[in-house]
């Protein structure tokens, strides 16, 4: 005790180390609680979240003095800036996709939007707190408050420094690995690390994790596919009355930007918000419980799942880290089945998310990109061209494909902020407490016109009758941070329970002829490849996946998000809590634990499939 009690002597005459430890750990514990609102479920939780940023900010403060024989101001306030903006990152970016940066998603800085409007709609003028210790430490320096060019660190006490912050780091990560056995097996967790060893130890090992990708692919052997070829074909392939209804058919999906399940059938001012959708899924399949399993790559992480069968990337976008992989793709199948041709429509640029490269790898014949299009200022918004504009020139070049043909429309207009002109506004704004929120029914609304005037047009060309039509929602619109308006237009109330619920999307699988018919299997978006082959006649038990048939999907598999919670026919597992569906209520962690094997076995799999580019192997 002496020894600690003359250490803490010792620092108190650091003061500029004491001030900005101590300003950055306020900072991170708060910003902990407050801005990534991590959830307490016990009193280890409260111990971690307020003391794991100490080890780590001492050890980044002590860079200071490492290596001279006095404390450097300017390298003190440059790990007070690198640290604030790491943490300021992950504030904003949490904002809106309830998670945090990571090594990748930095190299796809521009894919999640720069700096524009998305980024400033996220800002908050109490954001500017965060950098009040850095205008209290140019105050002080410029008083001389701490002579620190006078004070020489000793051996002993830099010694002594290293080693409380190494056992501080230490305890952290320990007591973490107590709460959570499978912390590091599970790291695609992400608040879960983040609460258990701090956001600047996430980092950390989040970089030691990225260096280690580059040597998978180098040590991967055809042995290693075997145990990822028995587990998806261990799977019973049960066919439907419904198999082959589609066969030789054109395959037309639509990419529904940031368009969510509530608003099929919702109104606002006693105006249907998707009046066509509503009327459509009366002659179509609708899958009513469909969620959103994207991560960090979004639209491109719904376009993979629906492609390969895979489970998107836990850090970054496949599209992105690994275009040049070789994958059992659906063009691909297709193309073996009847020659399918398969093109893609999007109008924003050919770079966006990587997506020149990919398609080629994933078997794409055409991608009309934005320089295909007349793109104007008056007919583009926010991320691209408007939806209505770009199925109407879309249709030209859709008529001139060779038959039958695999494509994919991707909209664009419904996505954050959703900002539109006033004379594209066919509904009144939803009157929320959220301005987000009220904006998004303006912009759904006019998607849904769009996908009314595309469906118009194949009717008049002929091309209709022989099309299947398959409508998904990408990924949500309305992050967390805006829920509550969702919960206001609804009349729900902000659960766990309620707000995994918000994470469905539609799936609407239109098959001209065939009577129409609302699906309450539960089921995500790596199942929309093996129904789509089911409805085409192509039996599924040989393409390598993950996902299942919608119409003979088992019950008791479990929907599985990237960040390890998922959802069954009883149960939502989310932030490591377990809740019955019916009741809302936490139950016993038990009742959910047979399915979180299969939840790890899975991705893991999947993770190693990719990084390991296993199917190459398959060739």
């Not at 992989?325 to 999007?346: C, G, Q, R, T, W």
């Not at 504009?389 to 494909?401: A, N, T």
């Amino acid at each position: 005790m002496r020894k600690i009690s003359r250490f803490i002597s010792r620092f108190k005459t650091y003061k500029l180390i004491g001030f900005a430890l101590v300003t950055l750990w306020l900072k991170t514990v708060l910003v902990s609680f407050i801005g990534f609102n991590l959830r307490i479920e016990s009193f280890l939780d409260l111990l971690l979240i307020i003391f794991n940023p100490l080890g780590s900010l001492m050890l980044l403060i002590g860079f200071s003095f490492y290596f001279s024989k006095k404390i450097k101001p300017a390298v003190v306030v440059l790990v007070m800036g690198i640290a604030t903006g790491l943490l300021y990152g992950d504030l904003l970016y949490f904002r809106f996709y309830s998670d945090f940066v990571t090594v990748p998603i930095l190299f796809q800085f521009k894919n999640v939007g720069g700096i524009g409007p998305s980024t400033f709609e996220l800002m908050s003028p109490w954001d500017l707190l965060l950098i009040v210790d850095f205008l209290l430490v140019g105050w002080l320096l410029k008083r001389k408050w701490t002579a620190t060019s006078s004070i020489k660190v000793s051996r002993r006490w830099k010694l002594s420094y290293i080693g409380l912050s190494l056992v501080l780091l230490l305890v952290t990560v320990g007591l973490g690995l107590v709460k959570s056995p499978y912390l590091f097996a599970e790291s695609y967790d992400r608040e879960q690390m983040v609460k258990s060893v701090g956001p600047y130890n996430y980092h950390l090992f989040d970089i030691g994790v990225e260096s280690t990708v580059p040597f998978t692919k180098m040590l991967a052997s055809k042995s290693d596919t075997k145990a990822s070829i028995k587990y998806t074909q261990s799977k019973k392939h049960n066919n439907s009355d419904l198999f082959g209804v589609a066969d030789g058919k054109n395959v037309v999906l639509i990419s529904m930007e940031s368009t969510q399940n509530f608003v099929i059938n919702q109104k606002v001012g006693g105006e249907e918000i998707t009046p066509f959708l509503n009327s459509l899924i009366k002659d179509s399949f609708y899958f009513n419980q469909i969620y959103d399993q994207t991560a960090q790559g979004k639209t491109s992480d719904s376009e993979f799942m629906i492609d390969t069968g895979l489970y998107p990337l836990a850090s970054g976008s496949a599209f992105v880290r690994k275009p040049d992989n070789h994958y059992k793709s659906m063009p691909n199948i297709l193309k073996k089945k009847e020659d399918y041709y398969a093109a893609v429509f999007h109008g924003n640029a050919r770079t966006f998310w990587n997506r020149e490269i990919m398609y080629e790898s994933l078997g794409y014949d055409r991608y009309f990109s934005k320089g295909d299009f007349n793109v104007t200022e008056e007919n583009s918004v926010n991320y691209g061209l408007k939806d209505i504009p770009f199925f109407e020139q879309s249709i030209s070049y859709l008529e001139k494909l060779p038959q039958p043909f695999y494509t994919r429309f991707i909209t664009l207009t419904n996505h954050f902020p959703f900002l539109l002109e006033e004379e594209d506004k066919l509904i009144p704004e939803a009157s929320t407490k959220e301005d987000v929120v009220n904006r998004y029914v303006t912009t759904v609304r006019y998607e849904d016109e769009a996908i009314k005037s595309l469906f118009d047009r194949l009717k008049k060309n002929g091309m209709y009758e022989n099309t299947i039509f398959v409508l998904y929602g990408d990924h949500y619109g309305i992050s967390e941070k805006y829920e509550n308006g969702v919960f206001e237009l609804l009349g729900q109330e902000d659960t766990p329970v309620n707000h995994v619920k918000l994470q469905q999307v539609p799936l609407i699988i239109h098959v001209p002829g065939e009577d129409g018919k609302t699906i309450k299997t539960i089921g995500g978006e790596i199942d929309i490849r093996p129904t789509i082959l089911h409805l085409l006649g192509i039996n599924t038990k040989g393409n390598l996946s993950f996902g299942h048939n919608l119409f003979t999907r088992k019950e008791d598999h479990p929907v599985i998000f990237r960040d390890g919670d998922f959802v069954t026919e009883k149960y939502v597992f989310k932030d490591n809590v377990c809740y019955d569906k019916s009741s809302e209520a936490s139950t016993s962690e038990s009742l959910c634990e047979p399915f979180k094997e299969t939840v790890r076995k899975e991705l893991g799999m999947s993770d190693d499939i990719i990084y390991g580019d296993l199917l190459r192997f398959l060739d």
